[in-house]
């Protein structure tokens, strides 16, 4: 089995560790209830093994939504009526509202932008010096995106599916996952041997899928547990 690093995306050197405590200090804006994030972690997780046996969102067959681990993140508890764009916008301008907070603490300047994309809501901040709050491999923007979530959970009493990004870094990431999955993909078909990628976030999974749903006669599949979890690309049967 063949083992596929993937381009990470690089941010300039700025002190993640001191970003991260930054974050850590001001993640108590709301004073979260550590149950809340405990439960929708355990929701989260168990939605990325239904989407990885099959189990279809909206868009992809495997770890879906944001990311599957994300996207699918306490829909079990949801109602059946799928929220309005209304009640997802309203759910965008609370985390809007969440993460300027936060970025005034922080003091870091950058333009909120909250809309609703692809049936979720989306909060997308731009501006300079902001890489800190990405962090390597996006692991900071995550830990934002779900304290994002956790505030959405706290005023409306039901688990979001926010899609949080900072400086593009989503989008950017997108396109290089893409590169990876097309390259898996290639190999795979040219020695007709499973090719095993590194362990990706949710998101970074979702990406892959996509990808490889897309192209004629390969699939692939999630594999392992947090934070090692990973996707293997097979020759179709």
Known sequence: MTDISGTEARSPEVSDDAAGAEVEAVAAPGDLPTEDRAD????????????????????????????????????????DAAPSKTDLFRESEIAADYVE??????????????????????????????????????????????????????????????LLDIGGYRDNRRKELGAIAKNAAEKVKEFGEPVRLEAMSAFERKCVHDVINALAGVESESEGVEPSRRIVVRPAP
């Open 101 to 162: 907070g936060l970025l005034d603490i922080l003091d870091y300047d950058g333009d909120i932008d909250e809309l609703v994309a692809s049936g979720r809501p989306m909060v997308e901040v731009v501006g300079g010096r902001l890489n800190s709050l990405v962090g390597t491999r996006g692991a900071t923007l995550e830990a934002l995106q779900e304290l994002a979530r956790l505030a959405v959970f706290r005023q409306t009493g039901s688990p979001s599916r926010l």
């Open 40 to 79: 929708e972690s355990d929701e989260s997780d168990a939605a990325a093994d239904e989407s990885d046996e099959g189990d279809d969102d909206d868009e992809d067959e495997s770890d879906e939504s944001d990311e599957s681990d994300e996207e699918d993140a306490g829909t079990g508890d949801r109602a």
